[in-house]
């Protein structure tokens, strides 16, 4: 069973910096997807970033140049590294990670104001 645990969020000021972390437990291999996804009040938890074992990342077009993910294979850990933030980027954060079956942390509040 894999455990991924969130650290990072909080609130910060509209244009400043915010660097989300993800570590997974309990897996003895690479996971094959880690990757982040927020969920706004009201709305529907939607893709923020994803990032392949090889390399490969697909980036939601509203966070495309602000937002930059990077993982570590051998800790199975994954980044989020958020620039010039927006107060629509307020949203509950969370890792997710995918390897046969589909993994969910618990979730870190980001609070960005205006």
């Known amino acids: 069973q894999v455990r991924l645990v969130e650290s990072g969020g909080g609130l910060v000021q509209a244009g400043g910096s915010l660097r989300l972390s993800c570590a997974a437990s309990g897996s003895r291999f690479v996971i094959d997807t880690m990757g982040w996804y927020r969920q706004a009040p009201g709305k529907q938890r939607t893709l923020v970033a994803t990032?392949?074992?090889?390399?490969?990342?697909n980036y939601a077009d509203s966070v495309k140049g602000r937002f930059t993910i990077s993982r570590v294979n051998s800790e199975n850990t994954v980044y989020l590294q958020m620039n010039s933030v927006k107060p629509e980027d307020t949203a509950v954060y969370y890792c997710?990670?995918?390897?046969?079956?589909?993994?969910w942390g618990q979730g870190t509040q980001v609070t960005v104001s205006s």
């Open positions: 990032m392949t074992k090889s390399g490969s990342t």
């Open positions: 997710n990670a995918e390897h046969g079956l589909v993994y």
